[in-house]
C-alpha cells in the first residue's frame, strides 16, 4: 500500500498487523516483505541495523509493493527521525517517550516547518512520500513508545498530543516499569494488564491507535480483541531460531 494509505489506515484506527526485523539481511527482509503483512518494522535501537541496513531494508519492503517501511529509530532525536524518514520510512516509532512534550518533540520532529523542525532533504523518500512538504506531513506515521514509568503515568498526556498518530506498547520494559524483576516475571501479570488496558483505552479516548509488540501471531491477536489498533509480531531472529530448533527436534526423532 502506499504510505499514504497506510497512514490513513492507523488513523482511522483500522486493524493493522506488522513484522519485526533486527537483522541487517535484505534479502531477507525483502522475502518477509512478501508474506502479507501490512508493515514491517527495521528496529534501530536494539537491532543490529546501522543506516546503510536501515536504508537498503526499506528498499527491500519497497520492492515488494505491499508494507509499510516502519523504523523504530535509536533515540527521540530530530537528527535520527530525519535520518529514516529521509531514506523512506513511512513511519517512526519512538522509543522511552516519557512527557507529552517528549511526545510533541517526536511529532515535531518529523514534520516539516512552520509546524515541526524536520529539516528538508528527501533524498530517498521524495519517490514515495513527498516531495511536497504538506503531503510528506499527511503521509508520515509518528507512534510513540509507551514503556517506562513516567511515559505510563502520562500517557492520557501523551496521546493527546496534536500530530502523534498512536502510542506503541514496549513488552519488556513496559513489564520492568511495573515492578517486573525480567521481561518475563509473572508475579506482575496483574501490574501489566492494567498497565495495557489504561494505555488502550487512553488511545481509544483520544483516537489515536494503540499499538503493541507481541512474541507470537496468537497473542497479537489476543491483543487485538482486547482493543489494540496495531500489533507486531515477534522478529526474524527470533524466528529463526525457533524454526531452526524445532526442524533439528524433528530430524533427531
Known sequence: MSAQEFAA????RERILGYWS??????STEWLAHVGWDYIALDLQHGLIGYSGMLAGI????????PA???RVEANNATVIGRALD??????IVPLVDTAADAAAAVSAATYPPAGIRSYGPMRSQLRIGPDPAAANRDTVVLAMI???QGLANVEEICAVPGLDGVYVGPSDLRLAVGGSSPADRSVDAEF?????????AA????????????SGSIAAQRLSEGFTLATVASDLTHLKAVSAEHLAAAQG
Open 22 to 27: 533486527v537483522i541487517d539481511s535484505p534479502v
Open 147 to 149: 514503556e517506562t514509568p
Open 193 to 201: 494488564d492494567a498497565a495495557l488496558v489504561r494505555v488502550q483505552k
Open 204 to 215: 481509544a479516548a483520544a483516537g489515536i491507535t494503540a499499538g503493541i509488540h507481541t512474541a
Open 69 to 71: 517501511a516502519l523504523v
Open 9 to 12: 489506515r492507523v488513523r482511522n
Open 59 to 66: 528498499t527491500a519492503i519497497d520492492a515488494a509493493h505491499g
Open 87 to 92: 531514506a523512506g520510512a513511512a513511519g517512526v
